[in-house]
């Protein structure tokens, strides 16, 4: 008889690696390989226009690749739920395979599918690939919670053995097409999808599985560097990445962390190499860290109702946030929900560490790493002609200078929100407070010696 299977794309955007299409093309003699432009995603994300030029060239290039093994790309708009019952009978599909996503919105929506697929007897199959392990393995093997620290997640990841190995791409996944394919189903460009092209940044990072399998290999080639990678030896303000860049091909899942994981184990297997938590298996365990951490605590990119929070009385500023927040999301290529909150409650020592009295000066930080504030002056263009006695102050500058300079603070750049000492002043005699009164976040003082003495090895890039 014949099976009709639709393999949904949502992360995951590449061939290889990818064991939930794989069974799709086993599974059924007409695969529809189907990507759907959810309109959750841009209410409820702040997404830049560069992510959404990446997100287009994945979805061109994913659909130049199945063309390859004789299929193609349904691009669909829709809400899902709205979306598969029509499919499901437009198709007389009989299979759907997903990649496992853990973030809420997926984990609820994809319950719902679930449901639907059952009333229209769908059989359903997902795999893990978006992670070197399966996530609710990890948490069930730490006795039905998520692990808190590195470390503790690394001894509950040494009694699971490797993560498992990448599974081979699909060489043939038969789609039947319409002769109007292109016009009903091809990825829609910036313009049909109301975006001004001219607003994007220069390319620098194509969107793209064959772009970052051509990364991750030219990385790998770097055997030394690779051997001798140390977070936090790396230059966060460099002009050019010191880093490998990987993490929106890792975002989106043009590339599979089990790749990646296992190209650098050939390359470490032959030399002396650093290792975790500096190393970059060391940075993949981060991602598995944050990831694990995220599938299993409620309101993870939240303060109130998390509870590996620390809770802490911030003052609610609306004008202070939106000047702070504009640039974080919106500007990030990998913008990557697991990660982006992890990163930023330890950044704020909210959670995971715990040195609140330890503050970031954006002042000192950039005079001791960036002299003459090179970076500022390439990404701030407005501030590049301020004098380096000035570029990380430059409200500090006398007016002629700021006019020499062709800025104005205040008027050609904004002035500077708060006053950093009495700021830090502040907020650590807030966060004392709430680290000195009962509202902990639920854990252990093992858990604060564990954290610092991973951070004594590995200070952030940040810093
Ligand atoms: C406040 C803050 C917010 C962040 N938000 C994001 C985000 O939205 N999306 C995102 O992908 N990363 C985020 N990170 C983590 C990290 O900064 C980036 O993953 C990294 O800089 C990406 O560059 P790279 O690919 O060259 O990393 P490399 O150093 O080459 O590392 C390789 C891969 O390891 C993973 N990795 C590296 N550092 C971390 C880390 N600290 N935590 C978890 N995984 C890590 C990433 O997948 C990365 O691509 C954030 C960090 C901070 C401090």
Not at 190 to 204: A, Q, R, T, V
Not at 278 to 307: C, I
Not at 378 to 388: A, I, T
């Amino acid at each position: 008889m014949k099976t009709c299977a639709i393999h949904w794309f949502r992360k995951g955007l590449r061939l290889h690696d990818n064991p939930a299409l794989l069974a799709a093309c086993k599974a059924a003699d007409d695969v529809k390989p189907v990507f759907i432009l959810d309109p959750w995603f841009p209410k409820n994300a702040n997404v830049g226009i560069n992510r959404w030029r990446f997100l287009l060239q994945t979805l061109q290039n994913l659909d130049d690749n199945l063309k390859k093994v004789n299929s193609r790309l349904y691009v669909v708009k829709g809400k899902p739920n709205e979306v598969f019952p029509k499919l499901f009978k437009h198709w007389g599909v009989s299979h759907l395979t997903f990649e496992e996503d853990t973030e809420p919105y997926a984990v609820s929506r994809d319950s719902e599918i679930q449901k639907i697929a059952k009333e229209h007897n769908v059989e359903v199959t997902s795999c893990v690939s978006h992670t070197l392990f399966d996530t609710q393995r990890t948490i069930s093997k730490n006795g039905g919670k998520a692990p808190l620290t590195y470390q503790r997640l690394q001894t509950v990841l040494s009694s699971m053995g490797s993560p498992p190995k990448p599974v081979e791409s699909p060489t043939k996944c038969q789609t039947k097409t319409e002769p109007d394919h292109d016009k009903k189903y091809g990825v829609p460009s910036l313009e049909e999808l109301g975006k001004s092209p001219e607003d994007c940044g220069p390319l620098l990072f194509p969107g793209g599985e064959t772009e970052a399998l051509r990364r991750m290999e030219s990385m790998i080639q770097k055997k030394s560097w690779i051997c001798s990678f140390e977070k936090p030896k790396t230059e966060p303000n460099s002009l050019e990445p010191s880093t490998t860049v990987l993490s929106p091909y890792l975002k989106f899942g043009c590339l599979s962390p089990r790749l990646f994981y296992y190209k650098l184990q050939e390359v470490y297997s032959k030399a002396k190499h650093t290792s975790p938590p500096v190393s970059l298996h060391g940075q993949l365990l981060w991602r598995e860290f944050f990831y694990t951490v995220a599938a299993d605590t409620a309101n993870f990119d939240k303060m109130e109702g998390n509870p590996v929070c620390k809770q802490i009385p911030w003052d609610i500023n609306e004008e202070y946030l939106k000047a702070w927040k504009e640039v974080f999301e919106e500007y990030l290529l990998d913008a990557d929900w697991s990660l982006n909150a992890g990163n930023w409650m330890w950044l704020s020592a909210s959670a995971f560490f715990h040195q609140y009295f330890r503050v970031y000066s954006p002042i000192e930080f950039g005079k001791k790493t960036d002299k003459d504030g090179n970076y500022i002056r390439k990404y701030v263009p407005q501030l590049s002609k301020f004098p380096k006695a000035f570029i990380y102050e430059p409200w500090k500058a006398p007016l002629d200078i700021q006019k020499k300079a062709g800025c104005i603070i205040g008027k050609d750049y904004p002035k500077a929100i708060v006053n950093h000492d009495q700021m830090r002043k502040k907020n650590i005699e807030r966060m004392a407070n709430a680290y000195n009164s009962n509202k902990t976040d639920g854990g252990g003082e093992k858990r604060k010696s564990e954290a610092s003495s991973v951070q004594k090895k590995k200070k952030r890039k940040v810093e």
